[in-house]
Structure formats: structure tokens, C-alpha cells
């Protein structure tokens, strides 16, 4: 494929992709919203913490369990130290979980990310590419740019729409409620078109691993539930949150900001994964969760 097409790809679609997904969450939010994190902040808080320490340490563990090498095990590790995205919050309403947790978790854990993410890459790729020949550039500032730019500023310009315009804002969302879906099934459909043995190569090659990091998170949600003793609705909500990465923030990261085919495609094999899983979850939680409102 034209490399004018791939850098097209990388460097244009990816980034507008992205900024749209987190404009559509900025469309579901509300200064008021943060109000409400406050008043569950036990839970918020070890939202938070799974993403910021929990996460990242998952991703180092599976990485070395299964003793990936250079690239792969970077794959590993730039996606678990991702937030959570969107498509958590949709999966969690399809689910009947606490869409308004999961909303402000998204939220936080996104702002948080924009400066942990750049100092955790700046560590992590000279650790896991040591001696595998010239090292992908990282600047860190640039970095902190470019994802205040496709992150915060299009959650601010939304909070902003949903303030000013709410009935715009309702419609637009629901429109725009597909974007992280579209984003990963194109991506996948466009790493097939590029190099499809590279696309099986990868998949055989990181797949397990991605698998296990998934199941872990999504166990290590649910057991956080479990010891905070809150109700199936919330504990499957947690497991979600701390299961379900921003996969599109991941393939800009390798894609656009480490310029990777190879890590961009690992991000995509997750990306199916987590979605799998995640639905299996739904599937085992929803009498769980029935039994619970029943009672209330």
C-alpha cells in the first residue's frame, strides 16, 4: 500500500477519530457530574488508582510472563497504561451498569492520562527496546501536546456544546455514540488490507498475552467491587472501567505518535478482545444485575 496513504491514515484519520470520540463524551458531561464523583469518591478514587498503578503494573507482569520481547511487550504495556474510553460507558449502559460512574471514571481517568502517559513512555521505550535497534523518538511536551489537543480540548469544546445547546447536544451524541466501534473495526480492517500476515503473525504472536491483561483487568475490577462490598450493578461497572481501554488513544500512540504498524496492529488485536470479554461479562452479570433492581 502507498506509503502516502498510510501516513494519510496514521496521522490525519487516527487523530480526528480519536478527537471526535472524546468530543462525544465531552456531549455527556456536565461540571455537576465531577459534583457527583465527590460524593462517590471511594469509588472513584480506586477507579482511578486501578488505571494509574494497578494497570501499568498488569501490563509489565503479562509482558514478562510471557516473555515478550522488545516491541510486543511495549504493545503490552502502552495499552495498559491507557484510560478508559467511550466504549466502556456504552458497554456498561448496554449492561445495565452505573452509566453515571462510569462517565465521570472515563472522564478523570482521560485528564489524568494526558501527563502520566508521556512520562510512563519516556521510561518504557528505551526499557523494553534496549538492543533492538534505533529507539522510536518521544518528545515529551509534544507528546502532552498532542494529546491535550485530541483529548482535552474536544471534552471541553462538548462540555461546553451540552451547556449551551443541550437538545444539540443530545442528538449529537447519540450520533456520534458508534464512533469508537467504527474507529477499531476500520483500523482492523485497514491493518488487514496493509500486511494481513502481519495482522496473523501479531495475532498469534501478542494474542495471548493481550487476552490474559484483559481478563486480569476485568477480574481485578471486580474483585476491587467485591472488597468495597457494593452491588453486582457497580461491580460489573468497576470491572468495565478498569477492563475496557481507549484503544483508539492506543493506536495514535503507536501509530501517529511512535509511527509503529507493528504496535499499532497489536492495539487492534486488544481492541477485539476486550470487546469479546467484556461481552461474556455483560452476559454473566445481567440476572445479577436484574435481581438487584428488582429488590430496590
Given amino acids: 500500500m502507498d506509503v502516502g496513504i498510510i501516513g494519510f491514515v496514521n496521522g490525519v484519520l487516527i487523530p480526528i477519530g480519536l478527537a471526535l470520540i472524546m468530543f462525544s463524551m465531552g456531549l455527556t458531561l456536565r461540571l455537576a457530574d465531577f459534583a457527583f464523583a465527590a460524593g462517590l469518591r471511594r469509588l472513584v478514587a480506586v477507579g482511578v488508582a486501578a488505571h494509574m498503578l494497578l494497570l501499568p503494573l498488569l501490563g509489565l507482569a503479562v509482558g514478562r510472563l510471557f516473555g515478550l520481547e522488545h516491541e510486543l511487550a511495549l504493545a503490552v504495556f502502552i495499552i495498559a497504561i491507557c484510560p478508559t474510553g467511550t466504549t466502556s ?6 449492561g445495565g451498569g452505573n452509566v453515571a460512574l462510569a462517565v465521570v471514571l472515563t472522564a478523570i481517568s482521560s485528564l489524568i492520562t494526558v501527563f502520566t502517559i508521556p512520562l510512563l513512555l519516556a521510561w518504557a521505550i ?5 538492543g533492538a535497534g534505533k529507539l522510536p ?3 515529551m511536551l509534544d507528546t502532552i501536546a498532542k494529546l491535550v489537543r485530541i483529548t482535552v480540548l474536544p471534552i471541553a469544546i462538548g462540555m461546553v456544546v451540552r451547556s449551551r445547546w443541550p437538545d444539540v447536544s443530545i442528538s449529537l451524541a447519540r450520533k ?6 467504527i474507529v477499531l473495526l476500520a483500523m482492523l480492517g485497514f491493518s488487514i488490507a496493509i500486511s494481513f500476515d502481519m495482522v496473523i503473525r501479531n495475532a498469534i504472536a501478542v494474542g495471548p498475552a493481550m487476552f490474559a491483561l ?3 483487568a476485568l477480574a481485578s475490577g471486580l ?17 468495565i472501567e478498569v477492563g475496557v481501554q481507549n484503544a483508539t488513544l492506543a493506536l495514535f500512540l503507536t501509530a501517529t505518535v511512535l509511527g509503529s504498524l507493528e504496535l499499532s ?3 487492534n488485536v486488544y481492541g477485539v478482545l476486550m470487546l469479546a470479554n467484556a461481552g461474556i461479562l455483560i452476559r454473566l452479570f445481567r440476572a445479577r444485575i436484574a435481581a438487584e433492581a428488582s429488590t430496590e
Fill in 137 to 139: 523518538e518521544l518528545s
Fill in 223 to 239: 474483585l476491587i467491587g467485591r472488597l468495597m462490598k457494593v452491588g453486582p450493578r457497580d461491580q460489573m461497572t468497576l470491572a
Fill in 126 to 130: 528505551p526499557h523494553f527496546m534496549d
Fill in 265 to 267: 496492529i497489536s492495539q
Fill in 89 to 94: 460507558n456504552a458497554l456498561t449502559f448496554v
Fill in 214 to 216: 484483559n481478563v486480569l
Fill in 176 to 181: 456520534l455514540k458508534p464512533t469508537a466501534f
